[in-house]
């Protein structure tokens, strides 16, 4: 099991919360309103950081395939490095927050909440994830920040031995 990222705790037991208390609902149903905008603008963002990326060490955008249709919600790239997941983490200490670098994804079936003894885990999970930067924007990042971004993965992919 991974450890929880610094300041969490590590999910031991399946948990459902289902409730929204009153102004959280209200900020949704205002973000409801804008979602359209907020997909265009990340999906901008997206293409935009992708294409800064290109040519960077060890690093391939990932491609639907033939007959799926992605939302470019977040840029997703192979990691083809020594370490992948270790230069993941690299990245997040660097400022380039991502799902396992920063928040330490892992597949749900090494959670012992799911793991069972007589289970083999999915290493074909765990490996999709391990290779795979999945870059975390927000809207407020404009072409300043997602330069600063590119510029760090660039340098510290040319530069990583693991």
Known sequence: MADAPPGGRSQERLAVNGRLAEPLAALAQANLRR????????????????????????????????????????PLLRISLPAPRA???HLARQGALSSTGTFRLVPCDTRPMFAASNRTPCRGAAEVLDRTLAL??????????????????TREAAAWRA
């Not at 950081?49 to 470019?72: S, V, Y």
């Not at 924007?137 to 993965?153: G, S």
């Open 35 to 74: 979602f359209p905008d907020l997909l265009e603008r990340r999906r901008t963002q997206t293409g935009y950081l992708l294409q800064a990326l290109a040519g960077a060490r060890g690093l391939t955008p990932l491609q639907p395939a033939k007959d799926e249709a992605w939302n470019h919600y977040a």
């Open 136 to 153: 975390v924007l927000t809207e407020r990042d404009d072409e300043a920040v997602l330069d600063r971004y590119a510029a760090a993965i």
């Open 87 to 89: 230069f993941a983490e």
